[in-house]
């Protein structure tokens, strides 16, 4: 049982790798650059990379996108929303990786949506476990407003995660029922004639036995219908029944 749990495990590795590289490359990427600003920028230092466009400033973001936490501050306090969002997360990753799993025979479009999610998703818990609030550095400008706010690797890889599974939902899902559907179909065709070729075997069988049983019975009149192992004849036959008649 085991042995069969570890080589279905083998095979769905072996056809999800770049699902799983995703989420290991979106991870790593999101620490990585988190380490650098961290230890090459002070807190809320900007540095221009496009002038007029992109900036690097890096700051502290102890609740959720763009600074929010949506009014749970209020219920929760500080640290309790960091821990809601703790929670939320692990959820959140316990189901996308389920969702995973499930997705297993859809299109790659679907399962690398998954795979962004569940990276950016962990890039930015780690942060929330080990520091109690998430870096972020990336901003975006035009015309002197930031409609992104300031974000991070961890952040792209979601927005572009849920662009994706739209994509998907919008161009394959359908393509995707209608062949799962048919593979369904197929699999219950091929149950459907092992049970009948199954059905047919049982019935020979029954008819082997019931021509055994037959010749059987056969043999035994023979044996009541002769003699010391020699058949009687017609006029043995009716002698004997007179002899029976006179008794």
């Not at 999800?16 to 230092?45: C, F, G, H, Y």
């Not at 999610?117 to 109690?132: C, P, Q, S, T, Y």
């Not at 593979?183 to 059905?199: P, Q």
Request: with cysteine.
């Amino acid at each position: 049982m085991t042995n069969g749990f570890f080589d279905k495990l083998k095979a769905y590795f072996s056809g999800a790798w770049r699902e799983i590289l995703a989420i290991i490359v979106i991870a790593v990427v999101d620490l990585l650059t988190k380490n650098i600003v961290q230890s090459t920028m002070t807190l809320s230092q900007r540095i221009t990379v496009i002038p007029g466009l992109l900036y690097f400033c890096y700051i502290h973001n102890k609740k959720a996108a763009y600074g929010s936490a949506f009014g749970l501050e209020k219920i929760f306090g500080e640290e309790g929303v960091i821990t809601f969002f703790i929670v939320l997360t692990i959820v959140a990753l316990v189901l996308f990786g389920f969702m995973l799993w499930k997705f297993r025979r859809r299109h790659l479009l679907s399962r690398l949506a998954i795979g962004f999610i569940i990276g950016g998703a962990f890039g930015n818990l780690v942060d929330r476990i080990v520091l109690r609030y998430v870096r972020e550095f990336i901003q975006i400008e035009i015309a002197g407003f930031s409609p992104f706010g300031i974000f991070n690797i961890a952040d792209v890889a979601l927005v572009f995660g849920v662009i994706m599974f739209f994509a998907y939902f919008i161009f394959y899902f359908d393509k995707d029922e209608k062949a799962l559907a048919k593979a369904t179909n197929a699999t219950e065709s091929s149950g459907d004639k092992e049970d009948s070729t199954a059905a047919d075997k049982e019935n020979q069988v029954k008819e082997g036995e019931q021509s055994q049983a037959d010749a059987h019975g056969v043999s035994e009149e023979n044996k009541d219908t002769s003699i010391v192992g020699v058949p009687l004849t017609d006029d043995a036959k009716k002698d004997e029944n007179e002899n029976s008649s006179s008794v």
